[in-house]
Nanobody, 118 residues
Framework: VQLQASGGGLVQAGGSLRLSCRVSGRTLSNYVMGWFRQAPGKEREFVGVVNWSGGSTDYADSVKGRFTISRDNAKNTFYLQMNSLKPEDAAVYYC????????????WGQGTLVTVSS
């Protein structure tokens, strides 16, 4: 499984950005896909995930109500729509994946940088 993240950039606080993650090498019907992020000097943190089959999602409290994960089966791509961005959302965002029932995220994209100016 290969993950290719894109869509990062510079945005003003309060603005929006959409990240994409294209997945190749596997169908995702038995996978959970999502996003982590890491800001400079901070530990990597969970952002949110989507269960590919059922479409159910889960988010970190810090992004609930502002971020939305969606998927496109036909394109084998999933997205992170980020609204009402805050300076503390600035980080390198990584798309990730794991099999359903497995705790560890075995698959990681290369990361895409999101910068939020205040």
């Amino acid at each position: 499984v290969q993950l290719q993240a894109s869509g990062g950039g510079l945005v003003q606080a309060g603005g929006s950005l959409r990240l994409s993650c294209r997945v190749s090498g596997r169908t995702l019907s038995n996978y959970v896909m999502g996003w982590f992020r890491q800001a400079p000097g901070k530990e990597r943190e969970f952002v949110g995930v989507v269960n590919w089959s059922g479409g159910s999602t889960d988010y970190a409290d810090s992004v609930k109500g502002r971020f939305t994960i969606s998927r496109d089966n036909a394109k084998n791509t999933f997205y992170l729509q980020m609204n009402s961005l805050k300076p503390e959302d600035a980080a390198v965002y990584y798309c990730v994946g794991r099999k359903v029932g497995v705790q560890e995220y075995a698959y990681w994209g290369q990361g895409t940088l999101v910068t939020v100016s205040s």
